[in-house]
Each structure stands twice: as structure tokens, then as C-alpha cells.
């Protein structure tokens, strides 16, 4: 049988493995930060209205720009942003693969604080960018000192900052947003994916956007909004940065069903987003419950709450599974991460954690 060695396949992806969580048919699963809670009826049948309406067009091209989808996500965003300041893609892992590809790139450098978001390092790879794999502290923290240092030293020509962090799930304080900005050579991506999640007063990146035309925040609509297999990213930047994207984005990239489902989504946020502040709760039931039990927790401004297991992680995760609770190995040794789900599925994550972690 044929594998992929014996394929003339390049050597920088030689050895590596596809990015992916486990997904195993369990009674909870929060492994993945998805949103638990299902789309509510009413949503429902706003999307299937606006998808059933695209079907007898589907002969044609979608927009190739998506001008209606951005428009939609620009007045959702707020911060005068307008739809010359938004792009979307299939998922923001989509976005970011198009800023590398626009940005970076064989020859240049892309650099990331670990531990963080493992999809950026693969991103980097596909697109044929040299990584850099700065660290965080060892209490996962970043400060304006320390990741100035790394940037003076490597000179990249794009940066990644995650906040909330994944999988930490801490915000970054702006300072550091501020001092990256000052330093980079380059553009200055921040991705926001759990932005929704963070606590009252965190700010975000967006308020930064004016006077920085090379910084870039990039969000989804996969947590928050539930939104998870609709695939639907997007940035928002300067306009040129919008103008470069398009550049290296393929021909009709997001399909006139995704476009008309996500406007229907944005269209019902209200219903989408009420179970933000359920998942929260959640988180921090977590938060409180763990330390309680005199477990270290990382601080969280996502869905998701990151734990130390006291020992052998690997060893932990299955205990976890053999009891019905999928959980995440993040690849940190002695720490696990669990995606905060609804109030059942939460409760038996804890009375599970009771069990093993006493």
C-alpha cells in the first residue's frame, strides 16, 4: 500500500500530522470549545429561509466579494468600522491562512507566543513561512518587555497574538497590543475568536485598528454564535489590508449559501448570543469549583478553562474519557483544558474531576 512517504511529497511536511482534536461518539464532549447550546427553532428557520432562497441561483457565481456579508459584519462589530474594513473566509483559520499567504511566505518569517493556538505554527507551514515559536512566561503570561525582546531579535515579518489566549484563555493587557505594534516590522495579526467570552471591561483589539494600518483582528462566528459548522471567519483591518487579501484568495471562496446563512445569523444575534453569558457562568462555575479543590487555574476570558492535573496529563485525559467526558490534551505537560458546556454537561465534568483529581 502506498503512503504518504513514498509520495514526492515536500520535506517540510515530511513526518508532520493533520491538525484535528479527537472526535469520539461520548456522552460529553468539550473538548473542542464549541458552543453547546443548539441553534434555537426560530434561527433555524430564518436560515432556511435565506438558504432556500439562494438555491435556484446556484447555477450562478456568489458574490465574489461577499459586499452584503461584510456589511452585516462591519455594523455588527461597531467601532465605525464599515464594510471597506471587513474580509470573510471559511472559518478564521481561512483568514489567516490568506494574511500568510498575502504577508509571508517562502523567505519571510512568521513568530507566535507559546502556548497558543497550534493551527498558526501549521498555517505558517503550509503557506511555506519560517516559524518562530517565542514563549510566554511560565505562568503563561506576556509582557510588553519580553515580546518586544523577541521581536527586536527576529525581525518577523508577521506576528501573532492570540486574546484570549488558546489555550490559556486570558486576554492579553494592551500594552503588549501596543508595544507589538511599535516594534513589529511587520503586520500585527490578533486573533479574537472567543472576543465575546471575555470579562466585563476586557477591551479589544479593534479599538486599536485606527492609525494602525498594519494591524489586523481577526474573529468567527464558530464559538459565540454557535456557529461552528457554518465556517464562517473574518478580519478587520485598514482597507488595504482587505485589498491584499483578495490578492491571494481563491475565485468565489465562501459559497452563496454560506453567505446568505451567516447574514441570517448575524440578522438573528440577539437569540444567537444569549447564551454567552450561560457559558460564562459555566466557565467560571469551573474556575471557582477546581481552585476551590486546590487545583491551579489559569485565568479565562474564553469558553474554555485550562487546569492543572497534578501529574501525568495523558494519563488524566483517559480517566476522563473512561468516565464519558471528552476534555482536551493540549500538549502541555501536567495541564488539561475543558471547553465550558451547559449546566449538565459541566456538572459532569466536575463530579468527574472530583473523582479523579482528589
Not at 20 to 40: C, F, I, K
Not at 45 to 68: F, G, H, S, T, W
Not at 90 to 97: P, T
Request: charged share 20%.
Amino acid at each position: 500500500m502506498t503512503t504518504i512517504d513514498d509520495l514526492p511529497i515536500r520535506d517540510d511536511l515530511r513526518g508532520r500530522s493533520a491538525y484535528g482534536a479527537p472526535q469520539l461518539d461520548v456522552a460529553v464532549r468539550l473538548n473542542t470549545n464549541e458552543n453547546s447550546y443548539p441553534v434555537p427553532d426560530a434561527v433555524i428557520d430564518a436560515i432556511a429561509k435565506a438558504v432556500q432562497a439562494e438555491l435556484r441561483d446556484l447555477n450562478r457565481y456568489p458574490d465574489r466579494d461577499a459586499v452584503a456579508l461584510r456589511t452585516d459584519l462591519a455594523d455588527y462589530l461597531g467601532h465605525g468600522l464599515t464594510t471597506a474594513n471587513l474580509w470573510a473566509a471559511n472559518g478564521s483559520n481561512e483568514v489567516q491562512q490568506q494574511l500568510l499567504q498575502a504577508f509571508a511566505g517562502p523567505g519571510r518569517v512568521a513568530l507566535g507566543f507559546g502556548p497558543s493556538y497550534s493551527m498558526h505554527p501549521l498555517l505558517a507551514v503550509g503557506t511555506g513561512t519560517r516559524w518562530i515559536g517565542a514563549l510566554r512566561d511560565p505562568g503563561f503570561g506576556l509582557t510588553p518587555a519580553a515580546a518586544v525582546e523577541q521581536i527586536r531579535e527576529h525581525q518577523p515579518d508577521l506576528v501573532f497574538l492570540c486574546s484570549p489566549n488558546n489555550p490559556t484563555g486570558t486576554a492579553l493587557d494592551p500594552e503588549v497590543i501596543d508595544a507589538v505594534l511599535a516594534a513589529a516590522p511587520g503586520m500585527v495579526i490578533v486573533d479574537e475568536a472567543y472576543a465575546e467570552f471575555a470579562r466585563p471591561g476586557t477591551p479589544s483589539a479593534l479599538s486599536l485598528l485606527p492609525g494602525h494600518p498594519r494591524l489586523v483582528v481577526s474573529r468567527t462566528m464558530s464559538k459565540a454564535f454557535g456557529f461552528a459548522g457554518g465556517r464562517l471567519g473574518y478580519l478587520a483591518a485598514d482597507p488595504a489590508v482587505v485589498d491584499a487579501v483578495q490578492l491571494v484568495r481563491l475565485p468565489y471562496h465562501l459559497s452563496s449559501l454560506t453567505q446568505a446563512a451567516a447574514r441570517a445569523a448575524l440578522a438573528q444575534r440577539d437569540a444567537l448570543l444569549a447564551t454567552v453569558d450561560a457559558i460564562k457562568a459555566q466557565r467560571d462555575r469551573i474556575v471557582g469549583t477546581l481552585r476551590e479543590r486546590g487545583l491551579p487555574v489559569a485565568d479565562s476570558d474564553a469558553n474554555f478553562v485550562l487546569f492543572a492535573t497534578g501529574g501525568d496529563q495523558k494519563a488524566v485525559w483517559q480517566a476522563f474519557l473512561d468516565r464519558g467526558v471528552l476534555i482536551r490534551d493540549v500538549g502541555l505537560p501536567g495541564w488539561l483544558r475543558v471547553t465550558a458546556g451547559d449546566p449538565t454537561e459541566t456538572s459532569a465534568f466536575l463530579n468527574a474531576a472530583e473523582e479523579i483529581l482528589s
